[in-house]
């Protein structure tokens, strides 16, 4: 029944800044934690950043603290990431999770529903 669809995603230049978006599809969105994960060829995948259902919790990655926002929007049942001051070892597929009973908020396996993957490089 859930459904996740990343957008926003693409090629830009180091210092550059990009906004994710990613719609869900559900009755139940806002009860559910949304997180943004990454995974760059040869790494592990890696936890972005989170937010909780009512927006009073966020949690960030240190590689992008201070550089990364992410938000939702309840009425539209979507959550954005908006990337700042860009770097090259940023580049990734990005990834949309939803979880629904989330204990560890930065654990891949904590999430139930995920989105395809959006692409994002960042290079001169």
């Known amino acids: 029944q859930v459904q996740l669809v990343e957008s926003g995603g693409g090629l830009v230049q180091p210092g550059g800044s990009l906004r994710l978006s990613c719609a869900f599809s559900?009755?139940?969105?806002?009860?559910?934690?949304m997180g943004w994960f990454r995974q760059a060829p040869g790494k592990e995948r890696e936890p972005v950043a989170t937010?909780?259902?009512?927006?009073?919790?966020?949690w960030y990655g240190d590689s992008v603290k201070g550089r990364f926002v992410v938000s939702r929007d309840n009425a539209k049942k979507t959550v954005y990431l908006q990337m700042n001051s860009l770097k090259p070892e940023d580049t990734a597929v990005y990834y949309c999770?939803?979880?629904?009973?989330?204990?560890?908020?930065?654990?891949?396996?904590?999430?139930?529903?995920w989105g395809q993957g959006t692409q994002v490089t960042v290079s001169s």
């Open positions: 937010i909780s259902w009512n927006r009073l919790n966020a």
């Open positions: 999770a939803a979880g629904d009973k989330v204990a560890n908020v930065a654990q891949s396996r904590e999430y139930n529903h």
């Open positions: 559900g009755v139940t969105f806002t009860r559910y934690t």
